[in-house]
């Protein structure tokens, strides 16, 4: 049997192995007998000495072919039983994906902080400046300097809780007025925002503390319809749609003239709803010029400077966006509603 | 106020819808709450006529605008919505011989409280039902007919604002009438039936030696109208607003006449409200009306002229609007005005006492024009925007402790002393001098008794496991006598960390003082402030060897631990619970305001686990501490692994397993050179702490 022949038979024979082997093993062994130092192929080799000069080169080329030929088949099937084996061995790890997450507890924000966030970022971008302000307040801060007449029947919607005669629990953030007014110079932009106290009875819509924000801006020329466009702004921020405001004649003794406020219902988009009785309209609060009184009282000069002022209370916002029908909820702290929102 | 709007038509004519004459009432400032209709069964069930029915506008009254407690005023209102002026009720008297003068003095004792008093004698009246058509305008202004001469002053009172009192001119002691301040130890009983004690700083009507009415409250019993009453003398009066008010809310009596004392009556129509009863008296109670009206009106009170810049108008209401049509929007509400070289000259009205200035002015003018064609614009100026200090701080805490698993809760500041007294500042505390309830009569002292509060509460609705953090006002009896009040931050804890836990073993997932702990340690790691020392304390809420006091340097910041039994009795808490309660103030001034970055170390670290062990009392702070002290500045950090007591370490010792972080931030340290130092440090436990090695 003449070489060539010879290696046919040993190419055939180990693809044939190639194919037949079942794991990695058997394919170290097929590259040991065929491949290796003292494999078969390398054998062959050994045999060029005795091939004519003609021959060498041909046998020799053949052998190396071969060689190639097996390392690439031996490659491919290695390959293809690893992969096979892997997949094996991910089977073998299963979980029941349906089982429970482990559980991370995280904290929520309380939703009245919340609000009282997003509200303040909105002004802050209006050019306000947060300021901190006393609940415990003084007679003379919530009302005198605010302008109430002495007895006025306006200081019945706002029944106080009081500490003695001359401090009270503020009944609006309005309070904080005259400790800022007098101690800046136009144009001013300030607010404040928080805990506001009333003697009232509570039941679902009424309490005896509610949060409320006030912002007030003192400047040449500040007309009532820049009041209107600054709520407006606000608005539309808030609710994030297109918002129209209604002005409404009303009165708060520290305001002139005074309006009260609504915006348009988010909830119908002024369609009219049930939430807004089917005005379309949401009240929001109180608004208005500030009193030139006020203006005097800190200073400044009235006829050179105008200004407005707005507040609104906190909760009844998230109690349109989320349906919350009762107030009394949110000081409740009952987990299973506050990790709702 | 309470609007038939078949008595308004007698004042105003209008055709337009009434949603239209509602909503211009209501856009005009006089709300419109709620449209009452009332059937003729409505009027019959009430005593009224039944032969017609009403539609009633209940709207709110401001409380600046007293004029609105009346139908001639709400008339006024709705002149400029519907396109009309009011039509004032026409009063024809043909009063007979004598005259009031004659048979009435009337004299002001104390003008400062009475400005005008009208009377008017009626005689020979027929005291009896009213008429049905009286009797339906009383009710549909939600009072109840008495008879004929009360009825008529209630309606005169509706019609024209004015309030009236009949008294039974023969019980007049010597046909006199003095207005003054009751005298002291005067009582009175009011035709309610109720005696009450007058104090001298409350205006009474008196005849010659007695108080028979409290003015513009109530009448007194023994001058009331009855059946037997003959004669009658109408009163029509003014009176000083806050005086009425102090009087009615110091007796805890308010009526329809204080009412609208309260909020201001126009001098003005006393006499014609006088007259107006009067003929009403005579036409339906059959009573001769004497001549003439006795009219004592010591301060006399004019219509005030105000000037007003059109210019001025425009720039505070932001529109354009023309001079001409400002005059014509005052004249249409009967505030008189003309333009005089450019400026509004106008007479206010006495019914007007609200309006004192040109500001008041361009309110009208607005209301007329309407809020609602106002523009929007925004201010010129751009001014940058801020949160106060607090605010941001806030927020940071707020971040880390949420980040630690607790939810947010927001509690009364108002509650029951209790919580003060379980806080330990009983004395300190804050009191409500007119609380809602004895529940709620005390400012809080602390937050971690109202977290505690909370935590019972999800217990009792059924959730175990709670993890509650506030960030909030505490307050406190200033020195000065002024209450103080500063920010707290506190949390409170029970139960499991995590609610879902099959796979991980339970003891792990039980809160505890060191999960209350690592949740302080975390909010001041989010907060950079580093070195805090926590100290054994005693505090009246925490458990006598499971609480801490936090140091930083040496300011004291807070307290931590697990709630003593007793409180959680107290509280009504179930289980082993944890709080902390932190100065919000003290926080904010420890934090850096500035962090300046520091490289990450550049050479590896070595770690040795070393078993200490010592007697009980050595705390773990003390051989940290020792640790570093004698670790050659190559001590990173310490961890505890471990912490054993048993048989192998003997009775009163314990093993604590501490892992040293070693690391040079110049060079790679070799292993020689750390064991050489951890010899050193376990010689300084030894030595210092009486510590052996495992
Ligand atoms: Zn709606």
């Given amino acids: 049997m003449s070489g060539k022949d010879e290696l046919v038979g040993i190419r055939t024979a180990a693809l044939g192995k190639v194919q037949a082997a079942e794991s990695s093993a058997q394919l170290d062994e097929i590259d040991t007998q065929y491949l290796g130092r003292k494999g078969e192929l390398t054998l062959q080799l050994r045999r060029i000495g005795s091939l004519s000069q003609d021959e060498r080169k041909d046998f020799g080329q053949s052998v190396n072919d071969i060689k190639a030929e097996l390392s690439e088949a031996i490659a491919q099937r290695r390959q293809a039983l690893d992969a096979g084996e892997s997949k094996a061995k991910l089977a073998a790890e299963a979980v029941d994906v349906t089982l429970p997450g482990r559980f991370y507890q995280t904290g929520r924000p309380h939703i009245l902080i919340e609000t009282i966030e997003k509200i303040k970022r909105i002004f802050i971008g209006l050019g306000y400046e947060f300021v901190e302000t006393p609940e415990i307040e003084d007679y003379k801060y919530n009302f005198e300097a605010l302008n109430y007449p002495p007895e006025h029947p306006a200081m019945d919607e706002q029944m106080s809780f009081y500490i003695n005669d001359d401090v009270l629990l503020r009944t609006h953030t309005t309070a904080y007025q005259h400790r800022v007014m007098p101690y800046r110079k136009p144009p001013m932009r300030v607010a404040t925002i928080g805990k506001t106290y009333r003697y009232e009875n509570v039941d679902a819509t009424h309490g005896h503390t509610f949060h409320q924000v006030d912002c007030f801006a003192i400047d040449h020329d500040i007309s009532l319809t820049d009041l209107k466009g600054t709520i407006q702004q606000f608005a539309v921020e808030m609710f994030g749609m297109d918002v129209n405001v209604r002005f409404r004649p009303d009165f708060f003794p520290f305001v002139e003239p005074g309006a009260e406020f609504a915006v348009t219902c988010f909830l119908c988009k002024g369609e009219g709803c049930g939430v807004c009785k089917g005005s379309g309209w949401l009240e929001l609060g109180g608004a208005g010029l500030i009193h030139p009184n006020i203006l005097e009282k800190a200073g400044i000069d009235s006829e050179e400077y105008t200004g407005f002022a707005f507040g609104f209370g906190i909760e009844r916002m998230p109690m349109l966006e989320h349906g919350i029908k009762d107030l009394r909820l949110f000081m409740e702290n009952d987990l299973r509603f506050l990790r709702q929102l | ?694």
């Fill in chain 2, 1 to 694: 106020m309470k609007v038939s709007i078949d008595w308004l038509r007698e004042y105003i004519d209008f055709d337009c819808s009434l949603d239209t004459l509602a909503d211009g009432l209501t856009m005009a400032g006089l709300e419109v709450e709620e449209v009452i209709k009332l059937s003729k069964e409505d009027f019959t069930r009430a005593g009224g006529s039944g032969t017609i029915d009403d539609i009633v506008f209940d709207s709110k009254v401001t409380p600046n605008r007293g004029d609105w407690l009346s139908m001639i005023g709400v008339a006024r209102e709705a002149g400029p919505v519907v396109g009309g002026r009011v039509k004032m009720p026409n009063v024809k008297l043909d009063g007979s011989e004598p005259t009031s003068s004659d048979l009435i003095k009337i004299r002001i004792d104390d003008p400062d409280l009475c400005g005008r008093y009208v009377g008017i004698v009626v005689r020979n009246v027929e005291i009896k039902e009213s008429p049905g058509w009286l009797k339906d305008r009383v009710i549909a202004a939600g009072m109840r007919p008495i008879n004929n001469v009360v009825d008529i002053t209630n309606f005169v009172m509706l019609e024209l604002g004015q309030p009236l009192h009949a008294f039974d001119y023969n019980l007049l002691n010597d046909a006199q009438i003095v207005v003054r301040r009751a005298k002291p130890g005067e009582t009175i009983t009011s035709i309610d039936g109720n005696e009450r004690r007058l104090e001298p700083d409350m205006l009474v009507i008196a005849d010659s030696n007695r108080p028979v009415a409290i003015a513009g409250v109530m009448g007194g019993e023994d001058s009331e109208i009855s059946r037997q009453t003959q004669d009658i003398l109408i009163e029509s009066a003014n009176f000083n607003s806050v005086s009425i008010r102090r009087t009615s809310k110091r007796l805890g009596l308010v009526t329809e006449s204080s009412y609208r004392f309260e909020r201001g009556v126009d001098p003005s129509i006393a006499p014609l409200a006088a007259m107006r009863a009067a003929q009403l008296i005579h036409d339906l109670a059959s009573g001769d009306v004497a001549k003439g009206i006795v009219d004592a009106r010591p301060v006399p009170v004019e219509p005030l002229e105000i000037k007003v810049r059109p210019e001025r108008v425009n720039l505070v209401l932001g529109t354009s609007i023309t001079a001409e049509n400002m005059a014509r929007f005052l004249n249409s509400i009967d505030i008189e005005t003309h333009l005089e070289d450019g400026i509004l000259i106008s007479q206010v009205p006495t019914f007007r006492p609200d309006i004192t200035r040109e500001i008041d002015m361009a309110e009208e003018v607005g209301r007329v024009y309407g809020y609602d064609k106002l523009d929007t614009t925004l201010p010129d100026v751009t001014l940058q925007g801020k949160d106060s200090p607090e605010g941001l701080f806030r927020n940071k805490i707020r971040r880390s402790l949420m980040a630690c698993g607790a939810q947010e809760v927001l509690t009364h500041s108002m509650v029951e002393v209790k919580l003060a007294e379980i806080a330990g500042n009983a004395n300190k505390a804050v009191s409500i001098r007119n609380p809602l309830s004895e529940e709620l009569n005390s400012m809080r002292t602390m937050l971690a008794p109202n977290l505690l509060q909370v935590v019972a509460r999800n217990q009792a609705y059924g959730t175990v496991n709670v993890s509650v953090f506030e960030t909030g006002k505490v307050y406190f009896q200033g020195g000065s006598g002024r209450p103080d009040e500063t920010l707290s931050v506190a949390g409170a804890m029970v139960g499991d960390l995590w609610r879902s836990n099959w796979s991980l073993p339970a003891e792990a997932l039980q809160v505890d003082f060191f999960t209350c702990k690592g949740a302080v340690e975390s909010l001041l790691g989010a907060l950079n402030i580093s070195g805090a020392n926590y100290i054994p304390v005693e505090h009246p809420m925490l458990h006598p060897t499971r609480a801490a006091k936090v140091l930083v340097g040496d300011r004291e910041i807070g307290i931590l631990g697990e709630v003593v039994p007793a409180v959680s009795d107290a509280l009504d808490v179930r289980g082993r619970a944890y709080i902390y309660e932190l100065d919000f103030r003290a926080l904010m001034e420890l934090a850096p305001e500035m962090v300046i970055y520091q490289e990450p170390a550049r050479y590896p670290a070595l770690y040795r686990h070393m078993a200490v062990v010592v007697a009980d009392d050595v705390k773990y702070a003390q051989l940290v501490e020792l640790v570093i002290r004698s670790g050659k500045g190559l001590v990173e950090a310490v961890d505890m692994l471990d912490v054993y007591k048993g048989e192998q370490v003997g009775a009163g010792r314990r093993s604590l397993t501490l892992s040293v972080v070693f690391r040079s931030r110049e060079k790679t340290l070799t292993d020689d050179e750390v064991n050489a130092v951890l010899g050193e440090i376990k010689e300084a436990l030894a030595q210092k702490a009486g510590a052996s090695f495992r």
